[in-house]
């Protein structure tokens, strides 16, 4: 049977989705992730033949204190991965049993769980439509007499209104710890995340923009913290002690000197790495907002950089009523885009909390983005601008394919 074509944006489009037995629209892939060359290969080399391969290696404090500097802060404190450097943080700001943590429910489970590993308890609160970070006037109905911390996601590398929070923060005296796992280099009006609060957490998991395999830092401007955090992280060592000698409980949490080797060298790459993200960016927001089938993201005009971890997009279900998240994101895999469904389900929903305390307050547009949103990974966002235009096309295919599509939706 001849197919039928469409002309869009320089070239024609099959009108069968792949998905339906159709070519598909891309067959070679995206950019791949992590990037590096000799360069990685050199600094490892130097670590190897050093004979200093744990946390003491030289590299460590030398990244610690660029990345921190980077950030506008005055201290950086390097861990195993992000996830304990939020556990640290909340032991360091004396965070425990009884006490009660602000926290979203879109979000990855280490926001929540290292609240609940320090004994205390996760408050999840609902996140704004637009950006997907936490709805402060939503928080501020959660606090109670028991609320002691704040931890806000800076959500797929989109920084969330500090000045905002941090006033929210100080009416109700609260400690602010901010999430930057998804926000290496974001900044709001000129100042960088992690600056603001009492602690922020980095995470340098595989997936991140800054990429070590696994790794993580704190960054503070208070050296009380700093010393406190890193105390935690060493066994309960302080700076200027012995090695036998332990003032507080705490374990191994170093990084190594491998890591720290990788995380200098991708470092250096990561300036001109968000400068290309930020130009696909741009280019694909102005494209598919000429199409109907999804809703690109929106950046607050404060923001002054984003570092687009996640390109979120939404399934604009008031037009489409008939589609669903799966089918779209089924299409688009088949026509060889890198998409990812994103969160099933709310935060709050996972198994692991009906054994854990934890408070619920109404989420009703989390549970609605949940059932909408996907994304396409910062990879996507490093190839050359004639790579990217694939991604537009193929949002169109699967647009010009909706009577098709919505008769064999996936569940």
Same mark, same amino acid.
């Given at each position: 049977m001849t197919q039928a074509v469409k002309f869009f944006n320089g070239v024609f489009l099959m009108s069968q989705l792949a998905m339906h037995g159709g070519p598909p629209l891309r067959q070679k892939p995206f950019a791949r992730w992590p990037q590096f060359d000799e360069t990685e290969l050199a600094a490892l080399n130097e %670590?190897?033949?050093?004979? %200093?391969?744990?946390?003491?290696?030289?590299?460590?404090?030398?990244?610690?204190?660029?990345?921190?500097?980077?950030?506008?802060a005055r201290f950086g404190v390097s861990a195993a991965n992000g996830t304990v450097t939020l556990e640290t943080a909340l032991r360091a700001c004396g965070i425990g049993a009884g006490d009660e943590i602000i926290v979203p429910p879109f979000t990855f489970i280490a926001t929540a769980t290292a609240v609940s590993l320090v004994g205390a308890t996760p408050v999840f609160v609902d996140i704004d439509a637009t950006t997907f970070n936490l709805d402060l006037n939503c928080a501020r109905a959660a606090v109670t007499p028991r609320t002691r911390a704040i931890i806000p996601v800076h959500f797929a590398g989109h920084p969330l209104d500090m000045d905002a929070l941090m006033d929210f923060a100080a009416q109700h005296q609260l400690i602010v710890i901010e999430d930057c796992a998804h926000a290496h280099g974001a900044a709001w009006r000129g100042r960088k995340v992690g600056s603001?609060? !009492?602690?922020?957490?980095?995470?340098?998991?595989?997936?991140? #923009?800054l990429? !070590?395999?696994?790794g993580g830092?704190?960054?503070?401007n208070d050296d009380g913290l700093a010393e406190r955090a890193r105390s935690i992280i060493n066994q309960g060592r302080r700076t200027s002690g012995a090695w036998y000698e332990h003032f507080e409980l705490g374990t191994n949490y170093r990084l190594t000197g491998w890591q720290a080797a990788i995380l200098q060298t991708q470092f250096a790459r990561l300036p001109a790495q968000l400068e290309r993200? !930020?130009?696909?960016?741009?280019?694909? @927001?102005?494209?598919?907002?000429?199409?109907? &089938?999804? @809703?690109?993201?929106?950046?607050?005009?404060? %923001?002054?950089?984003?570092?687009?971890? &996640?390109? @979120? &997009?939404? &399934?604009?279900?008031?037009r489409y009523p008939q589609l669903?998240?799966?089918?779209? #994101?089924?299409?688009?895999?088949?026509?060889?885009?890198? #998409?990812? !469904?994103?969160?099933p389900y709310p935060l709050y929903r996972n198994e692991v909390f009906a054994s854990v305390p934890h408070r619920v307050t109404p989420c009703p547009i989390t549970e609605k983005i949940c059932e909408e949103a996907f994304w396409i990974s910062h990879e996507i966002l490093l190839v050359e601008p004639e790579d990217v235009v694939d991604f537009v096309r193929a949002v169109a295919k699967v647009q010009e394919n909706v009577d098709a599509l919505a008769t064999k939706l996936v569940q």
């Open positions: %670590v190897l033949q050093s004979g %200093v391969w744990g946390g003491y290696h030289p590299k460590v404090a030398e990244f610690e204190q660029a990345f921190a500097h980077w950030h506008d603001f609060g !009492a602690f922020g957490s980095f995470s340098f998991q595989a997936s991140k #923009v990429t !070590a395999g696994e830092l704190l960054t503070t993200r !930020a130009a696909n960016a741009a280019y694909l @927001i102005n494209e598919l907002a000429q199409l109907d &089938l999804l @809703i690109p993201p929106a950046v607050d005009e404060a %923001v002054t950089c984003h570092s687009w971890y &996640l390109f @979120i &997009l939404r &399934l604009n279900r008031e669903n998240k799966p089918s779209v #994101v089924q299409a688009l895999a088949a026509e060889g885009m890198p #998409v990812n !469904a994103g969160y």
